[in-house]
Nanobody, 125 residues
Framework: QVQLVESGGGLVQAGASLRLSCAAS????????MAWFRQAPGKEREFVSA????????SYADSVKGRFTISRERAKNTAYLQMNSLRPEDTAVYYC??????????????????WGQGTQVTVSS
């Protein structure tokens, strides 16, 4: 059973930075894709960024390109989301997800098999 545990959320002012962590356990993640999604109140869950565990290939939503960086640390089975120049519209619960399918990083929630519990990010203006 795969378990994902997010951490690193918090309350910050616009322009600040945060780094989210997603600690994964339960199996080898070779071939998996890891992703970050977010969900604001009253809105659907939306794709933020994804990374292929094996080769490190990445993708980003247009809204975060140039501000957010996804990465992984294989030895710790941990994925990260470095978020810079945060904006109030980045406020949401951020979820880590894992896709066991052998495909490039996907932006669809339906392609992800495992989810973390979420961590709140609030950006004040």
């Amino acid at each position: 059973q795969v378990q994902l545990v997010e951490s690193g959320g918090g309350l910050v002012q616009a322009g600040a930075s945060l780094r989210l962590s997603c600690a994964a356990s339960g199996r080898s993640f070779s071939g998996y894709a890891m992703a970050w999604f977010r969900q604001a109140p009253g809105k659907e869950r939306e794709f933020v960024s994804a990374l292929k565990w094996t080769d490190g290939s990445v993708s980003y939503a247009d809204s975060v390109k140039g501000r957010f960086t996804i990465s992984r640390e294989r030895a710790k089975n941990t994925a990260y989301l470095q978020m810079n120049s945060l904006r109030p519209e980045d406020t949401a619960v951020y979820y880590c997800a894992a896709d066991r399918g052998m495909r490039p990083p996907s932006s669809s929630v339906y392609d992800y098999d495992y989810w973390g519990q979420g961590t709140q990010v609030t950006v004040s203006s």
